[in-house]
């Protein structure tokens, strides 16, 4: 058994039963080479641990901004459980340092793959501290984790879709409505890369990359803001 204790310091939180932490950092992969490991993989903790900081997110939105909108709140709640922010979460934690994988996952240098497996794993500890501390527990993680972050999020507008933003300002200004094209396309099935151009009608305004082709036009609709001022 691994030493956790300086995991729990960066947590803020005391295990009383180690094997909830410990099984909120074991890996699917982890147990195709130690099939006689104890305990399961995370899935189940983070799926419990989801629904956790789900509620209480959304609890504190419903309570602490009486006068915003349903969608407004949707965008905010979205923007703080989404797995790009809930993996800064866990780097700034230091969870990988502490993740049980194959050894061939834990090779592997695709920064995107590791980001959800410490996103699903930061899901699987909120899951861990609420079945060994209960929800006060698990409330008092996510807000100083989590929430914590809210302000700045909304001071900065990242809260909005970029894609949604660009949309909105080329209809009110110009009329139109933009229009995304993959520029080039390459690597294997399972590890794509997009370059995909931003255009109103047929002025190309940005180009944008991703290894999906959602995140690409994201990315070139970001960049489209940014050179048009917007």
Sequence with gaps: MPDFSKLENSLKYSFKNSDFLHQSLVHR???NENPDFKLGHNERLEFLGDAV?????????YHAYPQKTEGELTDWRASLVNAKLLSQIAYGLGLEDFLFMSRGEAKDK????????????IEAVIGAIYLDGGL?????????????LLPEIIKLGLYQ???????EKAQEIYGITP???VITESGPDH???FEIGLYLEDELISTGVGT?????????????LKKKNW
């Design 136 to 148: 006060k527990a698990a409330k008092d993680f996510i807000v100083d984790n989590v929430l914590n």
């Design 212 to 224: 999906s082709k959602h995140e690409a036009q994201v990315d070139a609709a970001a960049k489209g």
């Design 29 to 31: 992969s982890y147990l």
């Design 191 to 193: 590890d794509k890369n």
């Design 161 to 167: 879709d970029p894609k949604s933003s660009f949309q």
């Design 179 to 181: 229009r995304y094209e």
């Design 110 to 121: 695709n920064t995107k793959a590791r980001d959800i497996i410490l996103a699903n794993a």
């Design 53 to 61: 900081l789900e509620i209480v997110v959304t609890e504190y939105l």
